[in-house]
């Protein structure tokens, strides 16, 4: 081995050394951030206030103030919810009571209705949720309390006729007969298009300690899909549907939510001691009698209602105006160990609002409330719901940027899957793509932080279709890396391609076309091609309803000195190939050894391309795409190579480090 070859393997090795190092403390999860992606700086590096000494903060004034309701409607409002509920003393259970009226929005008349029951989703470890997440989500694992359940108590007619003998569990999607999140009702009367049927029901819902999004910790409440929840029935053009019917799927494993606009009005009772944060806005002052205190709101043109309670909020709110935004108030619940944090989660909530309103379309809602679950409740943080979102949990007291960038991603979700409302079932990356393509936007814009795209690109060990049930996918992690992560690749691509001032017409034409009204790929397809005035067709196929990415490889270089006349020269043949889907020029970067360079751009459209040139000098290097213009190519260790080795060593070397690196990413479940 000579000294040449040693060093090249020592720096190769190194450069593998590195990567795993560097998976070791997180890059390789960066984006399980509740798939934020934040390379966070030091703690010390962050400008705020020590943490108080003392353990609870002095609560501030509670938010009481009725606010009125908008008289103009913004959405079909299908639905329509009265509830009451209660949280029992012992902290684990709710007592439920509501009116549900479901307005036929179709054409045909009507005969049945399905409820989504998703507390049913923790109750056995048969459950369609459990069995595919093997008891977890993201880094939240199930605990020996994490069971829960949804029992229907009644269910009647405003006559007061019993229902429950017709309703019947239902499991379309794996016909796993121990899951329960999803019912069918047949009713006594069939509903006619423009109709409307309402129906009284009682639940007792008990709730698990923290896992996936909802529970209990401590005293400590995160009520998420707590309640008895009707499906979307989708009319035909929704979501190119060509006959309208039901849109029903159980509660998986990776999936999220899809339900349809309307009004809630909800009563919550809770002990005395706690402050409760919800959907919507308050229209009574709080009552507080015999040890209980009860909380009125109302919410219109949301899609679901959630709510948390906790003894040991530190509240603190603000008013807010901006282009696209009238006045919202910000309200936060911190938890105690985060109050000296509140001006940091105050801006954040803030950036998001004004640049998302000012790119996208205005916020209609009057209120905004940003909930900080406190240490030990992660699985509630990190998550939205209409007007309310969660932050990471208070783990620590001097977080880095992830508290910054969670909140501005949750409030991303108010535009993607608040208002435009796609279907997290079937095409979760309308809303996780999205959302995570907009936070990185206000993060450059509000704190000057740029995504890391070379190394997110690098993730892409197991691309696949961004268009399919979230189910689909192999597990979370592969959910996770296309849904967030290559979702929002593919949309950097797509600006790349058509410049920023066409691709913010694009978005903002597509939230304005579409807000309100439950779009799918199709729909976001031809916006593109309205406003850029191009088929994109081709790029849609590969980069979105298949599973490629753009790699490009040198695959070889040979160099042979020539004898011409007046002097010695040198043929240097390059063989570049085409490993993916393509995605437009690809610029290819030529380096001989007296420093002198030269550029070629291949289109890219044949599966490789030979390249042979005469020069003085011979060559020294080639490398593809130098500056990263190709954010779909993931593999970027094949994009550059040496060309004194000879032809089958340097060949050799190239696939055998490729392999082991693939294989090192492998070994950490990337």
């Known amino acids: 081995m000579t000294p040449r070859y040693f060093k090249r393997i020592l720096f190769g090795s190194l450069a593998v050394v590195f990567l795993v190092i560097s998976m070791r403390y997180g890059f390789g999860e960066a984006w399980l951030s509740q798939y934020t992606y934040a390379l966070a700086p030091a703690a010390d590096v962050m400008q705020t206030s020590p943490v108080p000494n003392s353990a609870k903060p002095q609560v501030v004034q509670q938010p009481d103030t009725a606010m009125p309701p908008k008289p103009q409607p913004l959405s079909k409002r299908v639905v329509e ?19 549900v009226t479901w307005t036929n929005p179709g054409k045909k008349t009507v005969s049945e209705l399905y409820f989504h029951l998703y507390p049913n989703a923790f109750q056995s470890p048969k ?30 007619t405003l006559e007061g006729e019993s229902l429950l003998p017709r309703l019947q569990y239902t499991q379309p999607d794996d016909g796993n007969s121990s899951d329960y999140t999803l019912a069918r009702l047949r009713l006594p009367e069939p509903v006619p298009p423009g109709k409307s049927v309402t ?23 995160m009520a998420g899909q707590w309640f008895p929840k009707l499906a979307v029935y989708e009319t035909q053009g929704t ?21 349809d606009f309307g009004i809630y009005s909800v009563r919550i009772q809770v002990p ?90 205005s916020y209609p809602y009057n209120t905004l409330s940003v909930v900080v679950p406190p240490k030990g409740a992660a699985g509630a943080g990190g998550m939205e719901y209409p007007t309310l979102i969660t932050a990471f949990a208070a783990e620590v007291g001097n977080p880095g940027y992830e508290l910054e960038r969670t909140v501005v991603h949750e409030i991303g979700h108010q535009f993607w899957y608040g208002m435009v409302a796609s279907n997290e079932f079937e095409e979760a990356w309308l809303d996780e793509g999205f959302t995570s393509y907009a936070e990185d936007k206000v993060m450059e814009a509000a704190y000057g932080i740029q995504p890391n795209l070379r190394l997110e690109a690098s993730y892409m060990t197991h691309p696949a279709p961004l268009r ?11 959910y996770a890396e296309n849904v967030y992560m290559r979702a929002k690749l593919v949309l950097v691509d797509i600006e790349n391609k058509v410049g920023s001032k066409q691709m913010n017409r694009i978005m903002r034409t597509y939230f304005q076309k579409y807000k309100f009204k439950h779009p799918s790929t199709a729909d976001f397809q031809r916006v593109v091609e309205q406003v850029t005035k191009a088929d994109w067709t081709e790029y849609f196929n590969q980069f979105v309803y298949s599973n490629r990415m753009a790699d490009f490889s040198v695959d070889a270089i ?10 010695q020269l040198y043929e240097s043949t390059v063989l570049i190939r085409k490993n993916g889907g393509t995605t437009g020029p690809i610029p290819i970067l030529f380096k001989f050894t007296d ?14 391309i030979q390249y042979t040139e005469v020069t003085a000098a011979p060559l020294e290097w080639v490398s593809i795409d130098p500056d990263h213009t190709n954010v779909l190519d993931n593999k970027l260790i094949n994009n550059f190579m040496m060309a004194e080795l000879p032809s089958e060593t340097r060949t050799r070397w190239n696939v055998g480090v490729s392999k082991f690196i693939q294989g090192v990413l492998g070994a950490f479940g990337w």
Not at 243 to 258: A, C, D, I, K, P
Not at 468 to 478: C, F, G, R, T, V
């Open 272 to 361: 005395e001691t706690y402050t409760v944060a919800a959907t919507g806005f308050q229209t009574k002052s709080i009552v507080q009698q015999d040890g209980k205190k009860l909380f009125q709101f109302y919410a219109e043109d949301v899609h679901d209602f959630a709510w948390a309670a906790s003894p040991n909020f530190v509240y603190e709110e603000a008013a807010f105006s901006d282009k696209g935004i009238p006045g919202v108030r910000i309200k936060l619940y911190l938890d105690p160990s985060h109050a000296e944090l509140k001006d940091r989660y105050m801006h954040a909530a803030k950036s998001a609002l004004a640049n998302y309103s000012r790119w996208y379309g």
């Open 558 to 567: 040979d160099v042979k000195s020539v004898d011409r006349e007046g002097g």
């Open 127 to 156: 459950t369609t949720f459990m069995t595919e997440s093997h008891g977890m989500l993201r880094k939240d694992k199930a605990t020996p309390n994490s069971r829960s359940h949804i029992k229907l108590l009644t269910l009647e």
């Open 81 to 99: 919810y009265h509830i009451n509920v209660s949280l029992r003393d012992d902290g684990q259970h709710l007592d439920g009571s509501q009116d």
């Open 468 to 478: 399919q049930p979230s189910w689909a996918y192999n597990n979370h992690l592969h």
């Open 239 to 259: 979501r190119g549907r060509t006959s309208e019917g039901w849109n029903v799927h159980q509660y998986h494993g990776n999936s999220e939510f899809y339900s």
């Open 199 to 221: 129906l009284r029901m009682s639940y007792e819902v008990k709730l698990p300690e923290i896992f996936a999004r909802m529970g209990y910790s401590g005293d400590f409440i």
């Open 595 to 608: 420093g002198t360079t030269m550029t070629k751009e291949w289109a890219g459209d044949e599966s490789h």
